[in-house]
């Protein structure tokens, strides 16, 4: 089994269990490097929910709710899963009040799953079915200042904020912030079959998008 992933890399808290301690004894230094590690992320969450001051407001509430109920925490799960939950039910209460997505939690079943490739595009005119009509693009080809331009991210995030909302926090969590499989089912509540339809999901329309942006520019 794999180790744990430590919540906040310093050696002060060399476990979870010692972090999770100073923490509840109100320790100002522990509370200090957990912002520092887990804000920027969960602002960049809370981003596909709503607008980036919305966020950074959602996400200071949020801190206040962990400091008020940090001596409540049976630790179940771990800091930065019960951290990263607070914040997404501030954000789905937020989003659904500005009309801009359905939360995950009330939302019905998901939209039709899209194909990841159109059929069409394996039927070559001449060797038939199953042969590319037209090879996609080789991204890996592109210069890294393309890929990685303020432009390109712009086109993936406004994408993103499309997505429904499960497929959106899927993606969100392990193609953004890198989070495991494992962290995600968690986090989420939701089993890993699950976890993997929605990913794929998402990352189908993401690819499409892109697609249609590196093709049309």
């Not at 320790?27 to 981003?47: G, I, W």
């Not at 039910?89 to 995950?104: G, I, W």
């Not at 995600?184 to 998402?202: D, F, K, P, W």
């Amino acid at each position: 089994m794999a180790a744990p992933v430590r919540t906040v890399a310093d050696d002060r808290w060399a476990t979870e269990g010692d972090l999770i301690a100073a923490l509840k004894a109100g320790d100002r230094a522990a509370f200090r490097a957990l912002v520092e590690t887990l804000h920027a992320p969960l602002v960049r969450m809370a981003s596909v929910y709503v607008s980036r001051a919305t966020a950074e407001d959602a996400v200071q509430d949020a801190w206040v709710s962990v400091v008020r109920s940090i001596g409540k925490f049976e630790g179940r799960a771990s800091v930065r899963t019960w951290v990263f939950r607070v914040v997404l039910n501030r954000v789905r209460t937020l989003a659904r009040k500005e009309a801009n997505t359905v939360p995950h939690a009330t939302a019905g079943p998901e939209a039709e799953p899209r194909q990841s490739v159109d059929p069409q595009r394996l039927t070559h005119p001449e060797l038939g079915a199953h042969h590319w009509h037209d090879v996609p693009a080789r991204w890996e080809l592109l210069p890294e200042q393309r890929l990685m331009s303020a432009e390109v991210r712009s086109v993936v995030v406004d994408a993103l904020q499309k997505l429904p909302g499960a497929q959106r926090e899927v993606v969100s969590m392990r193609d953004l912030e890198g989070w495991t499989s494992e962290e995600t089912c968690e986090a989420l509540g939701i089993s890993a079959v699950n976890q993997r339809v929605l990913l794929h999901r998402g990352r189908t329309v993401l690819r499409a998008t892109l697609e249609e942006y590196f093709h049309d520019d």
